[in-house]
């Protein structure tokens, strides 16, 4: 009896050491992909019976459509990066386990670490889904030396809409042909920037506030708060004071910026280490701002983006396990700040900024102190908590679409928001 | 014994689509009479509810249109464009050899990088195409956020892309043209445009009736690509055609069911397509 | 006199034309040749520059880092030289039978085979398609990326198109002299097939070549990636400013396609002193 016990306890050791092999899928790119997979290796030099097979699997819709297959294969990945929008998707998808499952389990996690706008985001119900990774918000950006030239104090940015149309229309510069050569503003043509504008006015996105008390039935952002967003659009391109971009296309707002084109942009937190450099090869001094909102209104806060990363059920519950110790440390404080350094996403917990701030890496980087510090003002609410829906994508084509409309003459502001609205709930109601 | 030979030479074809495309296809326009999740975990079958839906939607009879004009404009000049390019570059002109491997480079590039190509020169700024038109012309067009010049930018890309696969098959036709043929012609005192339209062009209808109807295909169902990268289908959904549809749907929205019903009803579309196509060129096509 | 003016006059008219067009044809191609020698300061100047300032080819080795890319290469030659080979065996072998034979359920079957360029499988038949790999335990390996794809209805369509205008009398011929439907093919027919088989393998290859989705979807490890999800990794649209790494790595993948067509042009193209100067 008892060899067979001490077998037994032999077998189990054996097998608690034994390798397990977990796959994790990403949608960070170029010279991202090395800083991962350092950070990977030194995660599995600390785990050394976890081995982590690094995928860049491409955009994050290829992430979805290459997990859909594997699930449907049989072979799902352990863990994926996923984009914030695809937050309800893969708590109905029943293929995930909650984080918070996870914690509950293991007290060596605590996730009032967390940023509470992150936190937030990412909880419904008071409980958390997916771990957040790669956070950011918005920014707005402008070329110092290019008010100068123009006569616009570089130390005062523009706080509000009409602000920024009045700097504008001082930064239009005309050729001998009066062909435009230099304007105003510019920014992705992408509803996340709508979203931004209707969290600072504290409004919703969707009703049952915002999708976090119930699954969302409708829009609600055809109202006062809406149109004053896109009227400002409306009116910056009707001026010329704006260029507008093709849909999602941030690499043509930033090569804008870049190239003098525009004097100010307004564009994620992630790209402040490459508009850092490029705008010291092209020879100008940049500032960051809070994003500038519509007048009057009571500055309410930002809408955190970017991605998080989820876990999939698996047959084999060490897997699971493997798992959530590769996201745990993903987490952690120092590869947090290591990721925020190499990356400029925010690091997700304020044990992490604590960090920083006492190295006075903020008194460095003033720019990365103006994008954290616009994120820790917001004011929490259902507003700026952000929306989950499932046919988010859909919701944003239909803002884009009706913004494009507009900005074509084909629409008025007022019918351009009735029409994303209407397609929007036509969305919704087909979602499944 | 020879009776069977036919059957076996087409085996491999069969087998292989068989497998491949037709066991997959069927699946999924099964899959259009259902409500889908997003992972395919859960159906509910919803009859003919996905077809009606797209007939009353304005997207796709916007998608429908814009796929008429684009594919019909795409596919004539391109086919006529290579006709009369592959005429100049049969002539016994210096630097042919070179000209041929410069026409044709863009059939070598990827869709997505073509459209990415066009995208950078079309840029309303720093592209070139706007400069000489501004500096020349005094005109500033944005290419790709207005109407109509995102349809013309994504029509000149896809022409840019096909138009080298039907140069070639016409040189290729062309050289083999005996030249006694042509010397004939020449006798007779013909000149060059009779002797390209009466005698040329129709010695190439095998050639030209290839062609166009791989160019209906290759415009719908390839341009997603350039579409998505150049201009995301817009302004609004202004270049969106049914093929770049079906892309959103599928891939972008995760909307099985009505893409599976996009495609069902784009395949019916080919399907009527082809056989008034192959009606038609029976008649009007000369094999020797 | 005049008729000697006329000549040089027309081959004038030829020469700028076929410049122009070249231009048009080859403009994009050079930018993106420009853009990946070119120093990252400059390739979004304004006013846009044509002719790059000064030489960098720090681009390329920095694609060639970024990614095992010239592994990825040798993934792309592999599988679609088996592609090509694939797609022409069992083109040729249909495209013969539909034009040679007359049999029951011909053109049937041929709509069968045709009907399958309606299907935008590209999209639509992705995830069914990955269940049947992932049954076969074909996931990530070159079978995948290959063999779903070694039939073509354009290519039997080619072929058929092309067989057709070979002279009934040879085959006649052929059959007098006892010769099976096989040897006919492979000693006459293929051999007047020439420009054919070039154009199919340019065609076929630069197809293969271009596939994205499908292996982006298959591969699960670098090392089983292609060129043209390589090229996308170094894309990135979140935040990749580099557009002369981009650029560069397109060059490179580029170039066996470029190459090829360049070796195979004279396959299909009769030799210049052939033309014209008869009679």
């Known amino acids: 009896m008892k060899k067979i016990l001490v077998l037994m306890f032999a077998i189990l050791v054996v097998l608690s050491f034994a390798e397990v092999k977990i796959q994790f899928w990403h949608a960070m790119g170029g010279w991202r992909i090395e800083l991962i997979q350092g950070m990977v290796n030194d995660f599995m030099k600390a785990n050394p019976n976890i081995k982590v097979e690094v995928q860049y699997v491409g955009s ?64 419904i119900g008071g409980k958390l889904y997916s771990m957040p990774w790669n956070s950011s918000t918005p920014l707005l950006f402008y070329n110092k030396t290019m008010f100068k030239q123009a006569g616009l104090d570089p130390n005062k940015p523009p706080r509000t809409f009409s602000e920024v149309i009045s700097y504008s229309r001082k930064l239009v510069k005309k050729d001998d042909k009066g062909n435009m050569i230099r304007t105003g503003i510019t920014w992705p043509l992408y509803a996340w920037f709508f979203e931004q504008w209707m969290a600072e006015q504290n409004k919703l996105l969707v009703d049952n506030n915002n999708g976090r008390t119930g699954n969302p039935t409708k829009v609600m952002f055809n109202n006062e708060a809406g149109l004053k967003i896109f009227e400002f659009w409306n009116t910056l391109t009707k001026e010329g004071l704006m260029i507008n971009t093709k849909k999602g296309d941030w690499t043509a707002a930033r090569q804008l910026f870049i190239s003098q084109t525009v004097g100010m942009i307004i564009t994620s937190t992630s790209d402040v280490a490459l508009l850092l450099s490029e705008s010291k090869k092209q020879g100008f001094e940049i500032g960051a701002a809070y994003i500038p909102i519509p007048d009057g209104v009571q500055r309410a806060g930002v809408i955190i983006g970017g991605g998080s990363l989820w876990l999939i059920k698996q047959k084999n519950q060490a897997e699971v396990e493997a798992a959530w110790k590769l996201v745990k440390y993903l987490a952690d404080v120092d590869p947090q700040i290591a990721w925020h350094k190499g990356t400029g996403y925010f690091p997700v917990r304020l044990d992490a900024k604590e960090k920083l701030e006492k190295e006075g890496y903020y008194k460095d980087n003033p720019l990365h102190y103006v994008a954290i510090k616009q994120l820790l003002d917001t004011i929490p609410s259902y507003a700026t908590m952000g929306a989950v829906v499932g046919v988010f994508p859909e919701i944003r084509n239909a803002i884009d679409n009706a913004v494009e409309k507009m900005i074509n003459g084909q629409l008025t502001p007022k019918q351009a928001l009735e029409e994303a609205e209407r397609e929007a709930n036509k969305a919704i109601k087909q979602y499944f | 014994m020879r009776k069977w030979v036919p059957y076996l030479f087409i085996l491999p074809t069969f087998l292989i689509i068989s497998i491949f495309i037709y066991y997959p296809a069927f699946n999924s326009f099964y899959l259009s009479f259902f409500k889908v999740s997003v992972f395919g975990n859960r159906k509910m079958f919803v009859w003919f509810d996905n077809y009606i839906d797209l007939f009353s939607d304005e997207r796709f009879v916007r998608a429908f249109s814009f796929t008429i004009v684009f594919t019909l404009v795409t596919v004539v000049v391109s086919v006529f464009l290579a006709f009369f390019i592959a005429l100049l570059l049969n002539q016994k002109v210096p630097g042919v050899r070179l000209f041929r491997t410069f026409i044709f480079a863009p059939y070598a590039v990827s869709t997505a990088v073509a459209g990415a190509l066009w995208g950078f020169m079309l840029n309303p700024v720093v592209g070139h195409v706007n400069y000489l038109m501004a500096r020349l012309f005094g005109v500033q067009v944005n290419w790709i956020t207005t109407i109509p010049y995102a349809a013309y930018a994504v029509i000149i890309a896809a022409i840019w892309k096909t138009l080298p696969f039907n140069i070639i098959f016409y040189i290729a036709g062309l050289q083999s043209i005996p030249d006694e043929l042509v010397e004939a012609t020449k006798l007779d005192g013909a000149n060059v445009w009779t002797r390209t339209w009466k005698l040329t062009f129709p010695l190439l209808s095998p050639i030209t009736y290839y062609l166009v109807i791989m160019s209906i295909i290759s415009s719908m169902f390839q341009s997603f690509a350039i579409i998505d990268v150049m201009t995301r289908g817009g302004p609004g959904d202004y270049t969106t055609n049914i093929i770049y549809r079906i892309y959103l749907d599928g891939f972008r929205f995760s909307k099985t069911g009505p893409a599976s019903a996009e495609s069902v009803i784009l395949f019916l579309i080919m399907i009527v397509v082809t056989a008034v196509y192959f009606k038609f060129g029976r008649k009007s096509v000369h094999y020797q | 006199m005049k008729k000697r003016t006329r000549k040089v006059v027309n081959t004038l008219l030829i020469e700028i034309g076929l410049i122009l067009f070249s231009i048009f044809m080859f403009a994009p191609i050079f930018l993106a040749f420009t853009m990946s020698i070119q120093s990252p300061e400059f390739v979004f100047s304004y006013p846009p520059k ?44 249909a495209g013969y039978a539909y034009a040679n034979f007359k049999f029951k359920g011909d053109t049937f079957t041929f709509g069968l085979i045709f009907s399958t360029l309606y299907i935008p499988a590209e999209i639509l038949l992705i995830i069914p398609l990955f269940q049947i790999i992932s049954k076969l335990n074909w996931v990530n390996t070159y079978q995948a990326m290959i063999i779903p794809f070694t039939a073509s209805a354009t290519n039997v369509f080619l072929f058929q198109q092309h067989f057709k205008t070979i002279p009934r009398d040879f085959e006649d011929a052929a059959r007098i002299d006892g010769a099976t439907p096989m040897q006919y093919l492979l000693k006459v027919v293929l051999p007047l097939s020439r420009p054919v088989i070039g154009g199919a393998a340019i065609i076929n290859f630069t197809y293969a070549w271009n596939m994205y989705l499908w292996p982006m979807i298959v591969a699960m490890r670098d090392d089983m990636k292609t060129v043209q999800v390589a090229i996308n990794m170094i894309m990135n649209a979140e935040s990749s400013n580099n557009w002369g790494i981009i650029m560069a790595a397109t060059m490179i993948a580029l170039f066996p396609t470029l190459l090829l067509f360049f070796l195979l042009q004279d396959l299909f193209v009769k030799s210049l002193v052939g033309t014209g100067l008869k009679g």
């Open chain 3, 50 to 93: 044509i002719f790059p300032r000064g030489i960098h080819f720090e681009n390329y080795l920095q694609a060639l880092k970024i990614v095992p890319f010239l592994r990825m290469m040798w993934n792309s030659l592999i599988i679609a030289f088996f592609i090509t080979l694939g797609k022409m065996v069992t083109g040729i072998l």
């Open chain 1, 60 to 123: 994050y819709e290829e992430i979805l459509a290459k997990t859909v297959a594997a699930l449907q294969a049989g072979t799902p990945p352990h863990v994926v990066q996923l984009n914030e929008i695809s937050t309800k998707k893969m708590i109905d998808s029943g293929v995930i386990v909650p984080v918070e499952d996870m914690i509950k389990k293991d007290p060596s996690f605590d996730k009032k670490k967390l940023l509470p706008q992150v936190l937030n985001y990412y909880s």
